[in-house]
């Protein structure tokens, strides 16, 4: 028999989000082999699942910054320094672009991670260019910008020193604390209306946390990191993204209240997306961990996603549909209400006028 927390869940892979290496279905992609190396033999021994190491490799693109045209996203244009996250959350939306690297969405994404060293260097290269046209970059959309590998890599801080430099504009979204190791240049950027930061927090509870999002920071250091930044002077708002229904749903008014005493200036939320290869996932994540209300939470997610585990289209794939949807803007509003949160429309509005493109040739680069 399965062993089980005090909280009653199975404990899967230890510190590990998904519960297997599943196969792309779009790629044919082959089932990946859990590599444990010498610690293979310690599931034969003791009957633990094999642990998995985090590996590093190096990405060496040509450019750094990706552009888009959702109509639903506040921004056109975003920097990732990294691609896969070891926080390991089981929801993250990210997680299918990991096939594009012959890797699974499962294991992998959150076990072999890569790094951009040059993103500094490109971002200087594509800010100098004549035909550039300032807008505010987002880091932190796809995979978190602070997640642990960042302590050792520094990228995240190095494309901040560009942006600060030549006062752009950046939006910061991460769950992740280490973002206050980055405050000596936020600080000036937040003065001159250059910076905003989010920070997501999907419930305080932490032993739900540690199941949803195994490597992340804990929800009250993230709490902090918010009321840091807010007496820092920094713009700082709290996403409660996703919300599950039957999971974290019940703490949307405590989320609210917290996040505002900490001096967040707005509270949003997302529900639930289970795109591609993250639906399995995440099947196999509540039948391991939540067996004995799986099938409520789908039902609740299909209802929020038109009957289907999810919805791609533009603005009902970030709001849902239907009444859990709509009950959950009411609480929303009431909570932020009764919490002193006015919503205000495009609520990162920062500068572009103040931008001057790096100065100098190529040796300053270096």
Known sequence: MAATRKNGTSPGRAHRGATSNAESTRFNLPSRELDGDWLDARAAIDGEPVPVRT????????????????????????????????????YCFARPSHAYHDLSPGLDFETKLFVKPDAAVLLRRELAKPGYRCAPIAMGTNTDPYQPIEAKWRITREVIEVLAACDHPLMITTKSNRVLRDLDLLVPMAQKDLVGVAISITSLDPRIAMTIEPRAPHPERRLDAVRQLSEAGVPVYVNMAPVIPAITDHEVETIVARAAAAGARDVSFIPVRLPWEVAPLFRAWLDTHFPERAGKVMAAIQSLRGGRDNDPGFFSRMRGQGPWADLLRTRFDIARRRNGIERVTGRMQLRTDLFRPPAGGQGELF
């Open 55 to 90: 590996t590093v490799s190096l990405l060496k693109p040509k450019t750094i910054i990706s552009y888009n045209k959702s109509p639903d996203v506040p921004f056109d244009r975003s920097i990732n320094t990294m691609v896969g996250c070891e926080h390991g959350c089981i």
